[in-house]
């Protein structure tokens, strides 16, 4: 089974009908029908009007096949979000319930990090909280408060930015930005390219050092 997806920058959260939110085993997303796919995957239309998200790829033989040979009703469309306001809290006011991952900081996939943020929430906010009850130094309120610091939201503000960045570069139909990324892909190695996504993930090591320092060694 080969799977496959194309990610475009769009102003409107949908371009399929049945993309209505609802159906959580497509990320929300829904099938597109037979007239929806011949549509949006127009390889013979390219004007600034068209509506297909293939506009301006041209002789490439193996794509069209490819979607030529995926029915509609295997192809979801779904939208892919961050959050606007990067300032807001994560956790309640009453400090009784804690935002972890996306509930706290959705981000768009370019950076690789999602999951590894919310691992790291997970297991600060599980440890604060278990060291508060071992303890008995503060209560449930403060262990979770404890962790919605202003240091990790600005951390996170930073990763979100760099994964929109990340996105803008990699979706982009811009012909100049297109060939730039085409000779860092085909010119930067693997290994450079892996090391950048590890040096991402900084602000996770600091908030776990963090974590050590502040909650651990009470």
């Known amino acids: 089974q080969l799977v496959w997806a194309i990610t475009i920058r769009s102003d409107g959260q949908r371009k399929s009908e049945s993309n209505d939110g609802k159906d959580l085993t497509r990320r929300g997303g829904g099938p597109l029908t037979e007239a929806e796919k011949k549509r949006l995957f ?24 490819l979607i030529e040979v995926t029915p509609a009703k295997d192809i979801t469309e779904a939208g892919l979000f961050d959050r606007k306001n990067l300032d ?36 600060v906010y599980a440890t604060s909280i278990a060291v508060a009850l071992q303890t008995k130094t503060k209560s449930l309120k403060e262990a979770i408060s404890d962790c919605d610091t202003n240091y990790r939201r600005k951390t996170v503000k930073s990763i979100i930015k760099n994964a929109r960045w990340n996105c803008d570069l990699q979706i982009s139909q811009n012909f100049v930005v297109v060939s730039l990324m085409w000779l860092v892909c085909k010119l930067i190695s693997a290994k450079a390219i892996m090391n950048e996504f590890d040096r991402s993930d900084k602000s996770n090591r600091d908030y776990l050092i963090h974590l050590d320092e502040s909650q651990c060694s009470v």
């Not at 293939?54 to 096949?65: A, H, Q, S, T, Y």
């Open 42 to 65: 127009d390889f013979t239309s390219h004007g600034k009007d068209s509506e297909s998200i293939v506009r301006g790829i041209k002789n490439f033989p193996l794509l069209e096949k």
């Open 88 to 123: 807001l809290p994560f956790s309640s006011e009453t400090k009784l319930v804690a935002l972890l991952g996306d509930a706290a900081h959705p981000q768009t996939p370019f950076e690789g990090q999602g999951v590894n943020m919310a691992i790291t929430d997970a297991y």
